[in-house]
């Protein structure tokens, strides 16, 4: 199952909340168009944790969204780069509100 992690910050003048509405927006509508499988909660990191030692980034805002397979998140990752609407509206209203995003994807093995 494929995953994507996103990291990022919030723009200075963004309130939490705002942000929250664009993200949940924009990964129901993936959700319910069949482009992904589900999207975690918005989470704050907890880097004074012994478990986080990430050193390189300092991100405070992370999300992962979960895809079915491969062929579900290209056809997600075509559907942004194409700007097929709504998605790509809803997508770049979440990528307004954040500066120095970060995305990491993996799949099991």
Not at 48 to 61: C, I, M, N, P, V
């Amino acid at each position: 199952m494929p995953r994507l992690l996103n990291q990022f910050e919030l723009k200075p003048t963004v309130e939490l909340d705002a942000f929250k509405q664009a993200w949940n927006a924009f990964v129901e509508h993936l959700v319910k168009t069949g482009l992904a499988t589900k999207g975690t909660p918005l989470c704050k990191r907890i880097p004074a944790s012994g478990y986080d030692t990430d050193e390189q980034r300092d991100h405070t805002l992370m999300a992962v969204v979960e895809f079915k397979d491969q062929l579900q998140a290209d056809a997600a990752w075509a559907a942004i780069e194409d700007r097929i609407e709504p998605l790509g509206a809803l997508h770049r209203e979440v990528i307004s509100l954040v500066h120095e995003p970060v995305f990491t994807f993996w799949s099991e093995l």
